[in-house]
């Protein structure tokens, strides 16, 4: 699962100073940088301060210049009565939803002034990272690879940026915090299990787009289908692919305790199992009472189960 804190990257860096014209050689760090952003669209939000002042530590920030977007007729209705408030976040909304989400948006530099030098903390926020904060997208629309996009394009983004002022590097660029969990399809992928993992994100996708039932018919078939492949992957042909079938060979095997076997056994097949085969797969039989909430809950729950049997197998493999 991915968490804000896994989509903020920081570096360490160390300016040195000319001691001997010191305000010269600040300004020239602060136009340097001012310039080299400018030409990627960044502006600066945060920069007046003094390196001779009583304080000592600054936080100069940058973030990325949005584009006007043309205004359906309800919006240019408002403008024309002045509500300039809505329409400007109208317009960075939309514009947001147009930019890929590894790109860097708000550069944050904590700097602190030391004796011969400037030490500085550089933090990237992607867009990912604002819109996960909105809302606007879910922890599960970025997978491991989209991950390494994101993590790869602002660590670059900081590095650049730093070496722009030579600033030496203290520490290198990382996410503030490492420990992820991705979900089920990319466990999937990582045990060849493509089909499968495609068939999950189409599941998610259609549960989150109102084809509910579409989706949660699209999780059964995913049940049906890797107990058995995962059983295959620990080098048994299982002859009774059922759920509780190749359960007990993952308990037999080690894979499972028995007070594990019977809490997924329940789980996966008392509950999921069944309740999935129940879903109505027919047009004149589909009904609005599983509400969104509904299939999301048993989609966690699914991805939660299966993603516990695909570790351990990973563990052991």
């Keep these: 699962m991915i968490k804000a804190q ?28 001012r310039n080299y952003l400018y030409v990627d669209g960044f502006v600066s939000q945060f920069g007046h301060f003094d390196i001779f002042g009583s304080s000592k530590f600054f936080t100069w920030r940058f973030h990325l210049v949005g584009e006007d977007i043309e205004l359906p007729l309800n919006y240019k209705i408002l ?20 930019r890929r989400l590894e790109i860097p948006f708000i550069l944050e530099l904590q700097i602190k002034v030391l004796k011969e030098g400037l030490g500085i903390i550089a ?93 949660l018919v699209d999780l059964r078939v995913i049940l049906e289908k890797m107990l058995p492949e995962l059983v295959k992957i620990i080098g048994i042909n299982p002859e009774d692919q059922k759920i509780k079938s190749c359960l007990e060979i993952l308990k037999s095997k080690g894979f499972i305790d028995t ?24 047009n004149r039989e589909k009904n609005q009472l599983i509400t969104e909430r509904d299939a999301n809950y048993i989609f966690h729950l699914f991805e939660h189960s299966l993603s516990y049997l695909l570790d351990k197998i990973q563990r052991r493999n």
């Design 259 to 282: 007070k594990m076997f019977n809490l997924i056994d329940g789980t996966l097949r008392n509950f999921l199992y069944s309740y999935l085969s129940d879903i109505p797969t027919h």
């Design 79 to 98: 403008k024309f009565f002045g509500n300039k408030e809505k329409i400007k976040n109208y317009q960075f909304q939309k514009w947001l939803q147009t």
């Design 123 to 215: 933090r990237s926020k992607p867009v990912s990272y604002i819109r996960l904060g909105q809302g606007s997208i879910r922890d599960t629309n970025i997978n491991e690879q989209k991950y390494s996009y994101i993590e790869s394009e602002n660590c670059q983004f900081i590095s650049d940026t730093m070496s722009a002022i030579h600033a030496r590097e203290i520490k290198k660029p990382i996410a503030k915090s490492t420990q992820i969990k991705f979900g089920l399809s990319d466990g999937l992928r990582q045990l060849k299990l493509n089909e499968l993992a495609d068939l999950s994100d189409r599941a998610y996708s259609k549960i989150n787009n109102n084809n509910i039932e579409d989706g």
């Design 6 to 33: 896994n989509l903020i990257f920081e570096g360490e860096y160390y300016v040195p100073l000319d001691e001997k014209n010191l305000k010269e050689s600040f300004e020239k760090i602060k136009n340097t940088l």
